[in-house]
Nanobody, 119 residues
């Protein structure tokens, strides 16, 4: 089985920065797309950023220019560098990987990490 473990969330003041990490473990042949999603109370989960296996990046408009997604294929890990954080960025952040493993191509989710932006 494949597991995703996130880290790096916390409390930060507006204008501050945080870096999230998400590492996959298990019998992994290859990881295709890696993405970050977030969910605020009372709202649906929304995509934030994604990076393809070839390194192409996409961002939701609200974070473009402030957040940067990257990946380290040797470590099966993705990072989300979040700068100039705003209170509206407060949410639980989830990583989502498309993984080729013994079970074929499947989508896996991390457990979520809380990001709170408040003074």
């Amino acid at each position: 089985q494949v597991q995703l473990v996130e880290s790096g969330g916390g409390l930060v003041q507006p204008g501050g920065s945080l870096r999230l990490s998400c590492a996959a473990s298990g019998r992994i042949f290859r990881i295709d797309d890696m993405a970050w999603w977030r969910q605020s109370p009372g709202k649906q989960r929304e995509p934030v950023a994604e990076i393809t296996s070839s390194g192409n990046r996409n961002y939701v408009d609200s974070v473009r220019g402030r957040f940067t997604i990257s990946r380290d294929n040797a470590k099966n890990t993705t990072y989300l560098q979040m700068n100039s954080l705003k209170p509206e960025d407060t949410a639980v952040y989830y990583c989502n990987f498309y993984v080729y493993s013994d079970y074929g191509l499947q989508s896996y989710w991390g457990q979520g990490t809380q990001v709170t932006v408040s003074s």
